[in-house]
Nanobody, 124 residues
């Protein structure tokens, strides 16, 4: 099992940047592929980005491509989401999630473990 705790959310103006962090517990963090999702009020949870266990491969939703970067540091049991050029439509609660599926998956139901979420608010 792995427990996940996100941090780094906050209020930022449009065009600004934030870096989210997600720290995982346990010695097996490096065996989990990691994803970032977000959920805006009244909307379904949506996929943002995925990174493989080694960090060599990443995958992004179209809305995140070119603006967001997912990375990980397995020595620190941490996955990051660097978000640049933020837009008001990026406002949401952001969640990190973990699974042990080899290929990138965008469906939330395929992730076994979730953090509690961190709020990101982008003002116009």
């Amino acid at each position: 099992q792995v427990q996940l705790v996100e941090s780094g959310g906050g209020l930022v103006q449009a065009g600004g940047s934030l870096r989210l962090s997600c720290v995982g517990s346990g010695r097996t963090f490096s065996s989990y592929a990691m994803g970032w999702f977000r959920q805006a009020p009244g909307k379904e949870r949506e996929f943002v980005a995925h990174i493989t266990t080694t960090g060599r491969s990443t995958y992004y939703a179209d809305s995140a491509k070119g603006r967001f970067t997912i990375s990980r540091d397995n020595a620190k049991n941490t996955v990051y989401l660097q978000m640049n050029s933020l837009k008001p439509e990026d406002t949401a609660v952001y969640y990190c999630a973990a699974n042990q599926i080899l290929l990138p998956t965008i469906r939330a139901s395929t992730y076994n473990y979730w953090g509690q979420g961190t709020q990101v608010t982008v003002s116009s």
